[in-house]
């Protein structure tokens, strides 16, 4: 099973930009297709981006041209670069790794955007 730990959220302005961070551990991180989530408040927990053990990539329509998702392998981690920031970009943002039927979420990061 595989551990993850999201870093990186915090208060942003809108147009900002900043990049979240996930490390994995306990597992072969390489195999998974990892995610980036996110819940606003109120709402359900919804797909930003994908990425596959590829490198193949996979948007929501919110984010597209905003958000660049990446994978290092060799660090075990994976990133979410996110620019053009908007308040309604305000969310929890949770890190998942997909094994088949299985997903395995950290405990999130919460993101502000606001002036």
């Known amino acids: 099973q595989v551990q993850l730990v999201e870093s990186g959220g915090g208060l942003v302005q809108p147009g900002g930009s900043l990049r979240l961070s996930c490390a994995a551990s306990g597992s072969v991180f390489s195999v998974y297709t990892m995610g980036w989530y996110r819940q606003a408040p109120g709402k359900q927990r919804r797909l930003v981006a994908t990425?596959?053990?590829?490198?193949?990539?996979n948007y929501a329509d919110s984010v597209k041209g905003r958000a660049t998702i990446s994978r290092d392998n060799a660090k075990n981690t994976v990133y979410l670069q996110m620019s053009s920031l908007k308040p309604e970009d305000t969310a929890v943002y949770y890190c998942?790794?997909?094994?088949?039927?299985?997903?395995?979420w950290g405990q999130g990061t919460q993101v502000t955007v606001s002036s």
């Open positions: 990425i596959t053990s590829a490198g193949n990539t």
């Open positions: 998942g790794a997909l094994q088949g039927p299985s997903v395995y």
